[in-house]
Protein backbone atom coordinates (compact mmCIF):
# COMPACT_ATOMS: atom_id res chain seq x y z
CA UNK A 1 0.00 0.00 0.00
CA UNK A 2 1.18 3.47 -0.58
CA UNK A 3 1.25 6.03 2.25
CA UNK A 4 -0.59 8.84 2.61
CA UNK A 5 0.37 12.12 1.77
CA UNK A 6 1.73 14.44 4.59
CA UNK A 7 -1.02 16.61 3.45
CA UNK A 8 -3.80 13.90 3.89
CA UNK A 9 -2.17 13.21 7.00
CA UNK A 10 -2.75 16.28 9.02
CA UNK A 11 -5.69 17.35 6.75
CA UNK A 12 -4.02 19.85 5.04
CA UNK A 13 -5.08 21.78 1.44
CA UNK A 14 -2.75 22.36 -1.26
CA UNK A 15 -3.57 25.65 -2.38
CA UNK A 16 -3.36 27.07 -5.96
CA UNK A 17 -0.28 29.28 -6.34
CA UNK A 18 -1.45 32.82 -7.62
CA UNK A 19 1.02 34.62 -10.11
CA UNK A 20 0.64 38.12 -9.61
CA UNK A 21 0.66 40.41 -13.05
CA UNK A 22 3.24 42.30 -13.26
CA UNK A 23 3.68 45.68 -15.45
CA UNK A 24 6.86 48.06 -16.07
CA UNK A 25 6.20 52.05 -15.82
CA UNK A 26 9.49 54.49 -16.82
CA UNK A 27 8.98 57.87 -15.50
CA UNK A 28 10.87 60.28 -17.86
CA UNK A 29 11.31 64.06 -18.07
CA UNK A 30 9.35 65.92 -20.62
CA UNK A 31 11.85 69.05 -20.65
CA UNK A 32 14.87 70.23 -18.22
CA UNK A 33 13.91 71.66 -15.14
CA UNK A 34 15.54 75.02 -14.31
CA UNK A 35 18.02 74.96 -11.60
CA UNK A 36 17.59 77.55 -8.49
CA UNK A 37 20.16 79.56 -7.46
CA UNK A 38 21.40 83.72 -6.47
CA UNK A 39 21.61 85.54 -9.71
CA UNK A 40 24.08 88.28 -9.26
CA UNK A 41 22.50 90.42 -11.30
CA UNK A 42 18.89 90.29 -9.87
CA UNK A 43 20.87 89.83 -6.46
CA UNK A 44 18.07 87.61 -5.25
CA UNK A 45 16.86 83.56 -5.61
CA UNK A 46 16.20 83.13 -9.67
CA UNK A 47 15.27 80.39 -11.88
CA UNK A 48 17.75 79.77 -14.53
CA UNK A 49 16.80 77.60 -17.50
CA UNK A 50 19.14 75.60 -19.05
CA UNK A 51 20.27 76.58 -22.83
CA UNK A 52 21.27 73.05 -23.84
CA UNK A 53 24.31 74.44 -24.61
CA UNK A 54 27.85 73.22 -23.06
CA UNK A 55 31.01 75.36 -23.37
CA UNK A 56 34.09 73.14 -23.87
CA UNK A 57 37.39 74.10 -22.84
CA UNK A 58 39.99 71.43 -24.36
CA UNK A 59 43.97 72.10 -24.04
CA UNK A 60 46.94 69.65 -24.44
CA UNK A 61 46.75 69.08 -19.71
CA UNK A 62 43.24 70.43 -19.04
CA UNK A 63 39.11 69.59 -19.88
CA UNK A 64 36.53 71.77 -18.81
CA UNK A 65 32.83 71.21 -19.56
CA UNK A 66 29.99 73.71 -18.56
CA UNK A 67 26.44 73.94 -19.07
CA UNK A 68 25.30 77.20 -20.06
CA UNK A 69 22.27 78.17 -18.13
CA UNK A 70 20.28 81.78 -18.21
CA UNK A 71 18.53 83.60 -15.51
CA UNK A 72 14.73 83.89 -16.60
CA UNK A 73 14.50 87.01 -15.12
CA UNK A 74 17.14 89.17 -16.27
CA UNK A 75 19.06 86.53 -19.01
CA UNK A 76 22.46 86.61 -17.25
CA UNK A 77 24.51 83.83 -17.92
CA UNK A 78 25.53 81.40 -15.30
CA UNK A 79 27.87 78.44 -16.63
CA UNK A 80 27.18 75.44 -14.56
CA UNK A 81 30.59 73.05 -13.91
CA UNK A 82 30.55 69.76 -15.74
CA UNK A 83 34.20 68.25 -15.66
CA UNK A 84 36.55 70.93 -13.76
CA UNK A 85 40.27 70.71 -14.42
CA UNK A 86 39.56 67.09 -15.76
CA UNK A 87 42.44 65.41 -18.19
CA UNK A 88 41.98 65.30 -21.78
CA UNK A 89 41.83 61.37 -21.47
CA UNK A 90 39.67 60.78 -19.07
CA UNK A 91 36.49 60.74 -21.18
CA UNK A 92 36.12 59.31 -24.28
CA UNK A 93 36.16 60.77 -27.37
CA UNK A 94 32.15 59.87 -28.05
CA UNK A 95 31.37 61.74 -24.91
CA UNK A 96 33.67 64.28 -25.54
CA UNK A 97 31.66 64.86 -28.96
CA UNK A 98 28.54 64.48 -26.92
CA UNK A 99 29.65 68.07 -24.62
CA UNK A 100 31.40 69.66 -28.36
CA UNK A 101 28.09 68.77 -30.59
CA UNK A 102 25.46 69.70 -27.94
CA UNK A 103 23.77 66.62 -27.01
CA UNK A 104 20.15 67.14 -26.13
CA UNK A 105 20.25 63.97 -24.10
CA UNK A 106 23.12 64.57 -22.19
CA UNK A 107 22.36 68.40 -21.63
CA UNK A 108 18.95 67.06 -20.08
CA UNK A 109 20.97 64.58 -17.75
CA UNK A 110 23.18 67.21 -16.36
CA UNK A 111 20.16 69.69 -15.89
CA UNK A 112 18.49 66.63 -13.91
CA UNK A 113 21.47 65.22 -11.93
CA UNK A 114 20.78 66.76 -8.35
CA UNK A 115 24.63 66.47 -7.32
CA UNK A 116 25.94 67.78 -10.03
CA UNK A 117 23.49 70.91 -9.27
CA UNK A 118 24.29 71.14 -5.41
CA UNK A 119 27.76 70.90 -6.59
CA UNK A 120 27.39 73.79 -8.62
CA UNK A 121 25.68 75.93 -5.61
CA UNK A 122 22.22 74.95 -6.73
CA UNK A 123 19.20 73.41 -6.66
CA UNK A 124 16.69 71.08 -8.77
CA UNK A 125 13.52 72.75 -9.78
CA UNK A 126 10.31 71.33 -10.39
CA UNK A 127 10.51 68.73 -13.12
CA UNK A 128 8.00 67.89 -15.98
CA UNK A 129 7.62 64.11 -16.53
CA UNK A 130 5.31 61.80 -17.72
CA UNK A 131 5.36 57.78 -16.77
CA UNK A 132 5.65 55.67 -19.85
CA UNK A 133 3.82 52.23 -19.65
CA UNK A 134 0.53 50.31 -19.33
CA UNK A 135 -1.94 50.74 -17.21
CA UNK A 136 -3.14 47.80 -15.28
CA UNK A 137 -6.71 46.67 -16.80
CA UNK A 138 -9.00 44.45 -15.62
CA UNK A 139 -10.09 42.92 -12.14
CA UNK A 140 -6.57 40.74 -11.08
CA UNK A 141 -4.15 42.77 -8.52
CA UNK A 142 -0.89 43.65 -10.52
CA UNK A 143 3.41 44.31 -9.34
CA UNK A 144 4.03 47.34 -11.19
CA UNK A 145 7.80 47.92 -11.21
CA UNK A 146 8.48 51.41 -11.29
CA UNK A 147 11.92 52.73 -13.24
CA UNK A 148 12.86 55.69 -11.49
CA UNK A 149 16.04 56.30 -13.58
CA UNK A 150 17.09 59.93 -12.97
CA UNK A 151 14.11 61.30 -11.76
CA UNK A 152 14.59 59.29 -8.09
CA UNK A 153 13.92 61.36 -5.51
CA UNK A 154 10.73 62.80 -6.64
CA UNK A 155 7.64 61.92 -4.73
CA UNK A 156 6.09 58.69 -4.94
CA UNK A 157 2.91 59.97 -4.64
CA UNK A 158 3.12 62.62 -7.29
CA UNK A 159 4.15 59.60 -9.28
CA UNK A 160 1.39 57.59 -8.87
CA UNK A 161 -1.24 60.79 -8.88
CA UNK A 162 0.04 61.66 -12.09
CA UNK A 163 -0.33 57.79 -13.81
CA UNK A 164 -3.40 57.03 -11.90
CA UNK A 165 -5.29 59.81 -12.78
CA UNK A 166 -6.06 60.74 -9.14
CA UNK A 167 -6.50 63.62 -6.90
CA UNK A 168 -3.71 63.97 -3.33
CA UNK A 169 -7.36 63.18 -2.05
CA UNK A 170 -7.99 60.13 -4.27
CA UNK A 171 -4.99 58.62 -3.76
CA UNK A 172 -4.76 59.07 0.32
CA UNK A 173 -8.29 56.75 -0.05
CA UNK A 174 -6.98 54.33 -2.18
CA UNK A 175 -4.04 53.61 0.30
CA UNK A 176 -6.49 53.74 3.00
CA UNK A 177 -8.28 50.84 1.43
CA UNK A 178 -5.37 48.71 0.31
CA UNK A 179 -5.83 49.60 -3.21
CA UNK A 180 -2.19 50.85 -3.88
CA UNK A 181 0.47 49.97 -1.70
CA UNK A 182 4.47 49.41 -1.65
CA UNK A 183 5.65 45.98 -2.50
CA UNK A 184 8.11 47.08 0.73
CA UNK A 185 5.54 48.28 3.52
CA UNK A 186 7.39 51.47 2.51
CA UNK A 187 4.67 54.71 3.33
CA UNK A 188 3.14 55.62 -0.27
CA UNK A 189 1.90 58.55 0.61
CA UNK A 190 5.48 59.91 2.17
CA UNK A 191 8.38 58.06 0.08
CA UNK A 192 10.27 59.13 -1.81
CA UNK A 193 10.84 57.64 -5.62
CA UNK A 194 14.16 55.28 -5.78
CA UNK A 195 15.65 54.46 -8.96
CA UNK A 196 13.96 51.00 -8.65
CA UNK A 197 10.52 50.83 -6.91
CA UNK A 198 7.24 48.33 -7.15
CA UNK A 199 4.45 48.60 -5.77
CA UNK A 200 0.99 46.72 -5.60
CA UNK A 201 -1.99 47.77 -7.19
CA UNK A 202 -5.13 46.19 -6.53
CA UNK A 203 -8.74 46.65 -8.04
CA UNK A 204 -10.72 49.33 -6.44
CA UNK A 205 -13.45 47.86 -3.52
CA UNK A 206 -16.87 48.65 -3.88
Known amino acids: ?29 TAAPVALR ?5 GADAEFASTGLFRVNAQKKRLDVWLIYRCATCGSVWNSAVISRGRPGSIDREELERFTGNDPVMALWCALDVGLLRRNGARRGKVAFVVEGDRPAGGEDCRVEIDGGDLAGLRLAEVLRAKLGVSRSGLARLVEAGDVSADDGADVLAAKLRPHQAIILRPRRS
Open 1 to 29: LCPPSISNVFGLRRKATTIMKTSIWRVEA
Open 38 to 42: PCGTC
